[in-house]
C-alpha cells in the first residue's frame, strides 16, 4: 500500500488488514498492488472503511522471485542478476545433494570437498576453503555464527522438498549485511500446502544409496503441515 506521490506506504498483514499513519490531508489517493493482480488506485476523502476487493492478473512466462529485494517481484523487473532453478530444472537433473544443482549455472564456480561436502562461490571469487558467497535457506542464514563457515554436507536441505533454488549474483550488503559482496544463493522449500506424497529412491557409484520421503497435508486454508525422511 503505497501513497500515490510521496514515499510513504505499509504492508498488509495475513488476513489483508493494514494501517497507513500520514500527515498528508485529504484528498490523496494510495495505490493497492500485489504480484499476480491488478494494481488499483484508490482515492481516500475523509473517514471511511476500506474493503478492497484485489482482481487477479496473469503474467504468462513471468517468474516471481523473493531473494533479491526481499519483496515478492516479477523476474523482469528485478534490479540485479539472477537465475532461478526452478522445478523442472530440478526434476530433470539426478543429483545426490541439492547444491549440485548449481554445477551449470552462469557465472558459479562449484568444487566438491570429500564426499558431501561443496563449496559454491560467485562471480569468480574462489576460495577453495572460504567463500564470500551468502547462503540461505527459507530466508534463514546458513553459515554458522562466529566462525563464519558452511558445512554444506551438514544442512537440512532435501531435494525431494525444494521448491527452487534462487542465485543473485553482485553485492547484497544493504538487504543482507556486512560481507555479501559476491551475490546470494537462496534455497526455498516447498510449502505445506502443496500437499501429496513424494518418494525418491537414488542410487550410484561407490555402494551409495539414498532414500527420500515427504508426505503434506492441508487441514485448512490457513494450516498444514508436511513431514520428511
Not at 523473493?66 to 515478492?72: C, E, G, H, L, W
Not at 564456480?109 to 564470500?132: E, K, M, P, W
Not at 537462496?186 to 502443496?194: E, G, K, Q
Request: aromatic share 10%.
Amino acid at each position: 500500500i503505497t501513497l500515490i506521490g510521496t514515499q510513504e506506504g505499509t504492508f498488509t498483514e495475513d488476513d489483508g488488514r493494514f494501517s497507513l499513519v500520514t500527515s498528508q490531508s485529504t484528498p490523496f489517493s494510495i495505490r493497492v498492488s500485489y504480484v499476480g493482480f491488478e494494481s488499483q488506485e484508490i482515492e481516500i476523502s475523509g473517514d471511511t472503511d476500506l474493503n478492497i476487493q484485489m482482481v487477479s492478473q496473469y503474467y504468462l512466462g513471468e517468474t516471481v522471485v523473493v531473494s533479491v529485494s526481499r519483496r515478492k517481484e516479477k523476474l523482469s523487473e528485478s534490479p540485479a542478476s539472477i537465475s532461478i532453478i526452478d522445478q523442472k530444472k530440478l526434476k530433470s537433473s539426478a543429483v545426490t545433494h541439492p547444491a549440485q544443482h548449481l554445477r551449470n549455472v552462469l557465472g558459479v564456480t562449484f568444487s566438491q570437498q570429500g564426499v558431501d561436502n561443496y563449496q559454491i562461490t560467485l562471480r569468480g571469487r574462489h576460495n577453495t576453503f572460504t567463500a564470500s558467497t551468502f547462503y540461505l535457506q527459507d530466508y534463514r542464514n546458513m553459515i554458522a555464527p562466529g566462525t563464519g563457515d558452511l558445512d554444506m554436507g551438514r544442512q537440512g536441505i532435501n531435494d525431494i522438498d525444494l521448491d527452487r533454488i534462487e542465485v543473485i549474483r553482485g553485492p547484497g550488503s544493504a538487504l543482507y549485511g556486512p560481507g555479501v559482496e559476491s551475490g546470494v544463493i537462496h534455497f526455498i522449500s516447498r510449502s505445506p500446502f502443496d500437499t501429496g506424497t513424494s518418494i525418491s529412491v537414488t542410487g550410484g557409484t561407490q555402494s551409495s544409496l539414498q532414500f527420500a520421503g515427504r508426505f503434506a497435508n492441508k487441514l485448512s486454508d490457513k494450516f498444514a503441515y508436511k513431514f520428511l525422511v
